[in-house]
């Protein structure tokens, strides 16, 4: 293999294209309601860093790559790693001086992250990229550099072996392309509706299709061998038109695609990153109308620090956010976010980024970090702050990860029940069944009623409405962490009810769970389910649930959750109350919009305000 410097141009449109890429995910983490599909964004990433790559490493004839694999390393290294480093050291000291209830999560994502494995551990750890217990982390979005840091070590070794072996590149991009088919197989068939998509997002296996199609258009479009001398006026018209169709599906996706469709990963991934494939192709071509418009310079200024965009948004916003506000965006705290994005993007491009990828590792250290007492005197005001701050930093980074630093107050999570079942009265109107609520399986284990204490009426508070007589002869409650937060204060209302909670149950989870109930299901019984904080559910699933106790009444408790999902879950529990008579809505959501202090600091469980707040609500909808 041969020792020869990158040969490749500089094309403008690509920095577009990575322009409104990173403006797209940034506007889905912020949701903003048009942009639900925004995270696509990071699959145009990863097809356009395939692309790049295996066409800067392909050789114009023969089967030898233009840069040796040390040469490329020590480049990819140079590119990626001290800008990211930065960042995950900052965001962690910072995390260490103001959010100290984040580092129980946080040490482990930093270490993996510095190892760029993250994608790994948040599979591993159950982090899902749509949720997480309490704040995000703020290096989640690191997740994608992991994957695409494992492509670059593994990639050039195996186009080297494909060179060799196969010789053509026509036939070494077909056996590219399949393997794109299987890895996006692979994705459909570990999908499973309902549920959490973390595996299938997360995975290295199943997101490579998305690099491997840009390395698959690099193999039959080389980008070294466009030229705008081979085509004809009727194919130039004929590639500006497909461009901006490939362009409109782009943006049409970014509008109305959202993370909770099953096509999505069934298919829809896969062909939206084929789009990518020829939007690219399109506009690396010398002729390309839309290349000269996406090469507008304020877009190749956002493109050309798209990397510095990317690593710092996710850590601005989580550890700018309140939790309330999440999924319920303030847009002047998002324009104060933004600016000061942008600053330190830019700051880490021209102090960080550049001088490294051009003079390397140890010129750069030798220029701002060798200090010498005798010169000290002479250096600049920033030099001396560097000087004093970089050590500083990274002591406080290394007390914290090695945990010499303790953490502040411990996550809800740790000491929160798994668990809860309480049974009522036994059922009067099915006497010779004796397994009505039959125990757990030890997927669920049941652990005691944890010690809620029942909230007592204050003065101007609004005292709990004593219940009717005769109501309902049983009362089932079936839901998740929300539940089991309200478990103690619902059973002392109703004392006849049965209430089955769960920590991170779906609805998917609780239509396997409705059998053990059937008893209930008649129609002088009442059923709450209270679910969706978790999580998005199928139409079929909720219409599963629901037939289960079609003969009985149902009150169904919407979600006040600070996730992307809350007004689709919200929407879908809407339409089903309009649908069936026997169906009612309880407005937890709008009862609880404002009120910030009816939530724990994880902006999920609730406090004693607003566990009587939820119990009234139920109990004043049953008692109509």
Same mark, same amino acid.
């Given at each position: 293999?041969?020792?020869?410097?990158?040969?490749?141009?500089?094309?403008?449109?690509?920095?577009?294209?990575?322009?409104?890429?990173?403006?797209?995910?940034?506007?889905?983490?912020?949701?903003?309601?048009?942009?639900?599909?925004?995270?696509?964004?990071?699959?145009?990433?990863?097809?356009?860093?395939?692309?790049?790559?295996?066409?800067?490493?392909?050789?114009?004839?023969?089967?030898?790559?233009?840069?040796?694999?040390?040469?490329?390393?020590?480049?990819?290294?140079?590119? %990626?790693?001290?800008? +990211?480093?930065?960042? $995950?050291?900052? @965001?962690?000291? !910072?995390?260490?001086? *103001? #959010? &100290?209830?984040?580092?129980?999560? %946080?040490?482990?994502? +930093?270490?993996?992250? $510095?190892?760029? @494995?993250?994608? !790994?551990?948040?599979? *591993? #750890? &159950?982090?899902?990229?749509?949720?997480?217990?309490?704040?995000?982390?703020?290096?989640?979005?690191?997740?994608?550099?992991?994957?695409?840091?494992?492509?670059?070590?593994?990639?050039?070794?195996?186009?080297?072996?494909?060179?060799?072996?196969?010789?053509?590149?026509?036939?070494?991009?077909?056996?590219?392309?399949?393997?794109?088919?299987?890895?996006?197989?692979?994705?459909?068939?570990?999908?499973?509706?309902?549920?959490?998509?973390?595996?299938?997002?997360?995975?290295?296996?199943?997101?490579?299709?998305?690099?491997?199609?840009?390395?698959?258009?690099?193999?039959?479009?080389?980008?070294?061998?466009?030229?705008?001398?081979?085509?004809?006026?009727?194919?130039?018209?004929?590639?500006?038109?497909?461009?901006?169709?490939?362009?409109?599906?782009?943006?049409?996706?970014?509008?109305?695609?959202?993370?909770?469709?099953?096509?999505?990963?069934?298919?829809?991934?896969?062909?939206?990153?084929?789009?990518?494939?020829?939007?690219?192709?399109?506009?690396?071509?010398?002729?390309?109308?839309?290349?000269?418009?996406?090469?507008?310079?304020?877009?190749?200024?956002?493109?050309?620090?798209?990397?510095?965009?990317?690593?710092?948004?996710?850590?601005?916003?989580?550890?700018?956010?309140?939790?309330?506000?999440?999924?319920?965006?303030?847009?002047?705290?998002?324009?104060?976010?933004?600016?000061?994005?942008?600053?330190?993007?830019?700051?880490?491009?021209?102090?960080?980024?550049?001088?490294?990828?051009?003079?390397?590792?140890?010129?750069?250290?030798?220029?701002?970090?060798?200090?010498?007492?005798?010169?000290?005197?002479?250096?600049?005001?920033?030099?001396?702050?560097?000087?004093?701050?970089?050590?500083?930093?990274?002591?406080?980074?290394?007390?914290?990860?090695?945990?010499?630093?303790?953490?502040?107050?411990?996550?809800?999570?740790?000491?929160?029940?798994?668990?809860?079942?309480?049974?009522?009265?036994?059922?009067?109107?099915?006497?010779?069944?004796?397994?009505?609520?039959?125990?757990?399986?030890?997927?669920?284990?049941?652990?005691?009623?944890?010690?809620?204490?029942?909230?007592?009426?204050?003065?101007?508070?609004?005292?709990?409405?004593?219940?009717?007589?005769?109501?309902?002869?049983?009362?089932?409650?079936?839901?998740?962490?929300?539940?089991?937060?309200?478990?103690?204060?619902?059973?002392?209302?109703?004392?006849?009810?049965?209430?089955?909670?769960?920590?991170?149950?779906?609805?998917?989870?609780?239509?396997?769970?409705?059998?053990?109930?059937?008893?209930?299901?008649?129609?002088?019984?009442?059923?709450?389910?209270?679910?969706?904080?978790?999580?998005?559910?199928?139409?079929?699933?909720?219409?599963?649930?629901?037939?289960?106790?079609?003969?009985?009444?149902?009150?169904?408790?919407?979600?006040?959750?600070?996730?992307?999902?809350?007004?689709?879950?919200?929407?879908?529990?809407?339409?089903?109350?309009?649908?069936?008579?026997?169906?009612?809505?309880?407005?937890?959501?709008?009862?609880?919009?404002?009120?910030?202090?009816?939530?724990?600091?994880?902006?999920?469980?609730?406090?004693?305000?607003?566990?009587?707040?939820?119990?009234?609500?139920?109990?004043?909808?049953?008692?109509?």
């Amino acid at each position: 293999m041969s020792g020869k410097s990158l040969n490749h141009r500089y094309i403008p449109g690509l920095d577009g294209i990575r322009a409104l890429a990173v403006l797209a995910v940034i506007a889905y983490h912020f949701n903003f309601s048009w942009a639900r599909g925004g995270f696509l964004g990071v699959d145009i990433f990863f097809v356009l860093s395939g692309y790049l790559i295996t066409s800067t490493m392909l050789p114009l004839k023969g089967n030898q790559l233009t840069v040796s694999l040390k040469k490329f390393w020590i480049g990819r290294f140079r590119r %990626l790693l001290p800008a +990211a480093y930065v960042m $995950i050291i900052t @965001s962690f000291v !910072w995390a260490m001086l *103001f #959010h &100290k209830e984040l580092l129980h999560t %946080l040490r482990g994502d +930093a270490l993996s992250s $510095i190892f760029y @494995s993250s994608n !790994w551990w948040f599979i *591993f #750890h &159950k982090l899902s990229y749509f949720d997480s217990f309490g704040s995000p982390s703020p290096l989640k979005n690191l997740w994608s550099l992991a994957i695409e840091e494992q492509f670059y070590v593994i990639w050039p070794l195996l186009l080297m072996i494909g060179l060799y072996v196969v010789k053509k590149q026509s036939k070494l991009a077909k056996i590219v392309f399949f393997g794109a088919i299987c890895s996006a197989l692979l994705m459909a068939i570990l999908y499973q509706p309902g549920a959490d998509p973390s595996r299938v997002y997360y995975g290295t296996d199943t997101r490579c299709f998305e690099l491997l199609i840009g390395c698959w258009l690099a193999l039959i479009w080389p980008m070294k061998r466009l030229s705008s001398q081979k085509l004809s006026t009727s194919h130039m018209k004929k590639l500006n038109a497909i461009s901006f169709i490939s362009f409109t599906i782009f943006l049409v996706s970014i509008m109305y695609v959202d993370e909770f469709q099953t096509f999505l990963y069934r298919g829809g991934m896969f062909l939206f990153c084929l789009n990518a494939a020829v939007l690219i192709a399109c506009v690396c071509h010398p002729v390309s109308i839309l290349g000269r418009i996406l090469a507008w310079k304020p877009l190749c200024w956002i493109g050309s620090r798209s990397y510095g965009i990317y690593l710092w948004h996710y850590p601005v916003m989580v550890l700018g956010t309140p939790i309330h506000e999440i999924g319920n965006p303030s847009y002047w705290r998002i324009a104060l976010q933004l600016v000061l994005i942008v600053t330190i993007a830019e700051c880490s491009y021209r102090f960080i980024e550049m001088p490294i990828r051009k003079e390397g590792f140890w010129a750069y250290y030798r220029t701002y970090f060798v200090f010498n007492k005798k010169k000290w005197g002479s250096l600049t005001f920033s030099r001396k702050v560097s000087t004093v701050m970089v050590p500083l930093f990274l002591l406080v980074f290394f007390t914290g990860i090695t945990g010499v630093v303790g953490e502040g107050q411990q996550s809800s999570k740790d000491s929160y029940p798994t668990a809860i079942k309480i049974n009522g009265d036994e059922p009067t109107a099915n006497p010779d069944k004796t397994n009505d609520n039959p125990s757990p399986s030890k997927e669920e284990e049941v652990t005691d009623v944890p010690d809620i204490e029942t909230p007592k009426p204050e003065e101007n508070e609004t005292n709990v409405v004593p219940e009717k007589e005769d109501t309902y002869q049983n009362i089932l409650a079936i839901g998740d962490s929300v539940m089991i937060d309200i478990a103690t204060s619902l059973h002392k209302v109703f004392p006849n009810i049965t209430i089955d909670g769960k920590i991170g149950r779906q609805v998917s989870q609780a239509v396997k769970l409705a059998p053990n109930y059937a008893s209930f299901n008649q129609s002088n019984n009442a059923i709450i389910i209270q679910l969706g904080t978790n999580g998005y559910f199928t139409n079929d699933q909720i219409d599963t649930l629901l037939a289960a106790f079609a003969n009985a009444d149902i009150y169904l408790v919407n979600t006040r959750v600070p996730r992307s999902w809350e007004g689709k879950v919200n929407a879908s529990l809407h339409q089903k109350s309009e649908e069936h008579e026997n169906i009612t809505l309880i407005d937890w959501h709008a009862a609880a919009l404002n009120h910030p202090e009816y939530f724990a600091p994880d902006g999920v469980h609730l406090e004693k305000k607003g566990v009587e707040v939820l119990t009234n609500l139920i109990q004043q909808s049953i008692n109509k």
